[in-house]
């Protein structure tokens, strides 16, 4: 880990059924961060598993006092991970990725030597490993947030993340499905925060499923899309 003079780091993976990768991500992460120089903690966001994910990150937890598990009751959706991890985080910076394990954590380290210049670094996958049809699904999206929100990300929901954490956790959203990544970028952006974007390595996923091309969650993210819209645009006009 690269020697930062940050006051602490922390690191959440938000996780739904992913009992075949957590412990495996968990003890990338612990390894990654084996030689940092200051304070982290390491946060599981149990998004109301119900397989043994929880169970497995638990004992985990039991044995590491860097780790701790967060779980909700139900299944909230991806975003409601996602902001749980923001909310939960107490250190300086705050860093996220899925607990599929498609991820290099090692890569980090890329993101960490963009701060303190940025207070914002982006991940974006040189090489996504996913079919034609979620790739086409990223392109537009990606395209539709740039002509209504003018906002400028190569990949905007890479979940691979490293950010300031009370620049984040001060933000008033309301998405909390696939559209938070957006609203919270686009977020940023409106306040002027300039975003470091550094390409990082996409793997395949070897186990467990992704819920990201289910029709409930694109259903869900279009109309946050267009509820971000509208409050935006209200905002403007007041």
Not at 53 to 67: F, H, M, Q, R, V
Not at 116 to 143: C, H, M, S, T
Request: glycine fraction near 6%; hydrophobic fraction near 40%.
């Amino acid at each position: 880990m690269i020697n930062q003079k940050i006051s602490g780091l922390s690191l959440f993976f938000p996780a739904w059924n992913e009992e075949k990768n957590i412990k495996g991500t968990i003890e990338k992460a612990l390894s990654v961060m084996e030689k940092a120089t200051f304070p982290f903690e390491i946060i599981i966001v149990d998004d109301g598993s119900w397989d043994n994910t929880k169970k497995i990150a638990a004992e985990l937890a039991e044995t590491t006092e860097n780790i701790r598990v967060v779980s909700h009751e139900r299944n909230l959706g991806y975003g409601a991970a996602i902001w749980t991890g923001i909310r939960e985080a107490k250190y300086e910076y705050t860093f996220f990725a899925d607990a599929d394990q498609q991820f290099d954590l090692n890569e980090i380290n890329e993101l960490m030597k963009y701060i303190p210049d940025y207070q914002v670094v982006l991940g974006y996958r040189r090489k996504r490993q996913e079919n034609f049809i979620r790739l086409a699904n990223a392109k537009a999206w990606n395209l539709l947030n740039l002509l209504f929100f003018g906002l400028k990300v190569k990949d905007i929901d890479c979940a691979f993340k490293l950010f300031k954490t009370d620049l984040v956790k001060n933000l008033k959203t309301e998405s909390r499905g696939a559209m938070l990544s957006a609203e919270i970028l686009i977020q940023l952006q409106r306040r002027g925060i300039k975003f470091k974007e550094v390409p990082v390595t996409h793997l395949p996923r070897r186990a467990g499923s992704s819920t990201g091309a289910k029709l409930s969650v694109i259903l869900r993210a279009f109309k946050e899309f267009w509820q971000t819209y509208k409050r935006l645009r209200h905002e403007n006009n007041n």
